[in-house]
């Protein structure tokens, strides 16, 4: 490429002279003394990029999940490897022996590789290597300390860094056909042979055109395949590429999504994370490949705990021996915040120069020490938490110094009969054998009604909301007549065809007063609703729901599981339509009364009031209630929260 536009007469047809000159006079202002001397002080080349592709294409940057990651928290990764490597896997020299291969699949501008040849430097150095620690730094650098990349720009400036700091330690330079061990390709494909045919119709081109990117590729596939890579470490990003990946990518999580409906009773997921795929590949390479090693992501912390990735941990537990997690904090979604309350920054962030992500982060250490397990341990760390970015890093680097590292950390029990969580449990001893909600109920759960309309059939106000109605169900009005008013579910959204709606609703029934009802939306927030089961009216009208609002009747509401650790209360009680969101994600209304008057109550439960030696629940409403007050009044124990906190929010309440 450089060739290309350095060369006056392949310059002239691409029409960029004029560009380029526009660059040069830009670089000739720059006083090149003063910067060169915080270049190298500030890391400036490991600050440009992010707030470069924020400028020049956010949405790509977004796509690729490209933030920058600050020093410390590569140190701590890094020097945290070596470690294990020398005390868990036997290497007495860690990250410098020549037989430990590193690959970080996601370098971007290199930071990791930097450090992790800071580290060798260091260690050779103090070995007494003297004037062959360059020589072997520089091998290293060539070989074993593999970087992959999928967009050109880091890609050069990680090659560049690598090189800088060689040149720094006085080795030789690299000849035409050298560089450092730095691949521009798509690390999460290409680590089994393709099919031929499919593989000489993806690079054709590339080849005809640019042939050094087709060996780019077989480079970066020798790594993938021969090499025997002991250490997985980097920071994968965390978004899903919008872009079409190939069929070898967009299969890489199936493993984790085995059983997930079946096994485990989990519908809605989300696996495609990149950063999921990230450890589908390094599970795979460590596990599958090596036999042994170690894995260092920093990553979104959902994983860790979160109900969707049961099947993930499950096999992450299986195939190593040995897991730390660090809590990060940071997550913005659900405003974490620190002890001193304020809002818990994102580790990533910088001041004046990036604000970093929303998600909280967790950096995770997975060993595995030896082909056949050994004995398991899981350590959860949720000891540094401070509101600045900048303490918490700071937290993080001085617990390096600790003499016993595993001191600071809590004991993880992860089993199937907490998911397989990597987060200590605060579940009472006895907690797992008490009833779950729905084992009350002779009823399967169903959900809460979900209006989707845009508020169209809600309101404040019963008066207001049954002038609209009136207006809707008036034929002599017209839909555009509607919508210019916005009266009623007129307007057209995603599969709702609202002319459609209130052709079947004005076939099937009148306006009618009793239609009216009290909707409870979210806690402490009850409508008016006109509420109908004429589909598709209603997103979900939930007639089973609506069936069983009669007089003496109620519903206690709770839901599967919480989506935010600090949820609280995980039941509430109403008489009236419940909303799907009442309680978050979903909300799951459980009636006493399934019709009148049989009460809605599984044979334990009976047999449960049977042995309290009390009247038949079917002749007794206030009997019938009883289980459901019961649970109620539980569901709102401080104690009972505080001892159970993970057992609540990890499945229906019990």
């Not at 919480?562 to 009442?582: C, D, F, Q």
């Not at 599984?602 to 629940?617: K, V």
Request: aromatic share 10%; net charge neutral.
């Amino acid at each position: 490429m450089f060739e290309r536009i350095a060369t006056p007469r392949q310059l002239k047809p691409l029409g960029l002279e004029e560009p380029l000159d526009w660059a040069a006079a830009a670089l000739e202002r720059v006083d090149r003394t003063a910067f060169f001397a915080r270049f190298d002080q500030a890391d400036a080349v490991r600050y440009f990029y992010e707030p470069f592709l924020a400028a020049f294409d956010p949405a790509l940057r977004k796509q690729l999940g490209v933030w920058y990651t600050p020093r410390e928290i590569v140190r701590y990764m890094v020097e945290r490897v070596d470690r294990v490597l020398r005390d868990a896997l036997g290497i007495a020299d860690g990250l410098a022996d020549p037989s430990v291969w590193v690959l970080d699949p996601c370098c971007g501008t290199g930071a990791y590789l930097v450090e992790v040849l800071a580290l060798i430097r260091r260690t050779l150095d103090a070995k007494g290597e003297g004037a062959l620690a360059a020589a072997e730094l520089r091998a290293a650098a060539m070989t074993r300390v593999a970087g992959f990349e999928i967009m050109p720009a880091p890609y050069v400036i990680a090659h560049w860094q690598v090189g800088h700091v060689l040149r720094e330690a006085g080795a030789a330079p690299f000849g035409a056909d050298e560089g450092p061990a730095v691949y521009l390709t798509n690390a999460l494909t290409g680590w089994a042979p393709n099919d031929p045919a499919e593989a000489s119709a993806a690079q054709g081109a590339l080849r005809v055109t640019f042939p050094p990117l087709a060996d780019e590729r077989d480079k970066a596939a020798r790594v993938k395949r021969e090499r025997p890579i002991l250490v997985v470490l980097g920071n994968p990003p965390y978004n899903a590429y919008a872009g079409t990946a190939p069929a070898e990518e967009s299969g890489l999580v199936d493993a984790y999504k085995i059983g997930l409906q079946k096994d485990w009773g989990i519908r809605k997921f989300n696996l495609d994370d990149l950063y999921v795929r990230f450890f589908r590949v390094a599970e795979r390479r460590i596990a599958e490949g090596t036999g042994r090693g170690v894995v260092c992501f920093i990553s979104n912390h959902s994983w860790v705990a979160s109900p969707s990735y049961v099947v993930m941990r499950q096999r992450l537990v299986a195939e190593f021996d040995r897991i730390w997690i660090d809590n990060m904090h940071g997550d913005r979604k659900i405003s974490e915040r620190g002890p001193d309350r304020r809002t818990s920054e994102t580790v990533f962030a910088i001041r004046g120069f990036s604000s970093g992500i929303q998600q909280g982060t967790a950096i995770a250490l997975l060993a595995r020490t030896h082909p056949r397990r050994r004995d398991f341990r899981a350590l959860f760390n949720d000891r540094i938490d401070a509101s600045a970015a900048e303490d918490r890093r700071a937290q993080l680097l001085a617990s390096l110094d600790a003499p016993d590292f595993d001191a600071g950390y809590a004991r993880a029990a992860p089993s199937a009969a907490n998911r397989f969580s990597l987060r200590p449990g605060v579940v009472a001893s006895d907690y797992a054998a008490w009833p779950k909600l729905p084992d009350l109920s002779e009823l399967e759960p169903f959900s809460g009604a979900l209006e989707m309309r845009q508020g169209a059939l809600l309101s404040t106000d019963r008066d207001d909301l049954a002038d609209r109605m009136k207006r809707y169900f008036d034929v002599s009005y017209s839909l555009s007549d509607l919508r210019a008013t916005g009266t009623g579910p007129v307007r057209n959204m995603a599969r709702f065809d609202s002319g459609i709606a209130r052709t079947r609703i004005l076939a099937s029934e009148p306006f009618r007063e009793d239609a009216i009802r009290r909707l409870l939306l979210y806690p402490m927030d009850m409508r008016w609703a006109y509420h109908t089961t004429v589909r598709p009216v209603w997103n979900e009208p939930r007639p089973e729901l609506a069936s069983r609002i009669f007089a003496c009747n109620g519903f206690l509401v709770t839901r599967f599981r919480a989506r935010r650790p600090g949820e609280g209360i995980p039941v509430i009680w109403t008489s009236n339509l419940a909303g799907y969101h009442l309680l978050d994600p979903n909300s799951h209304p459980m009636p006493v009364f399934d019709a009148p008057y049989r009460a809605n109550l599984s044979p334990m439960a009976r047999a449960w009031l049977a042995g309290l030696a009390l009247p038949n629940p079917d002749n007794d409403p206030a009997i019938a209630a009883l289980p459901w007050h019961h649970a109620l009044a539980i569901g709102y124990a401080p104690a009972w929260l505080a001892e159970n906190a993970d057992g609540i929010r990890q499945d229906w309440p019990r």
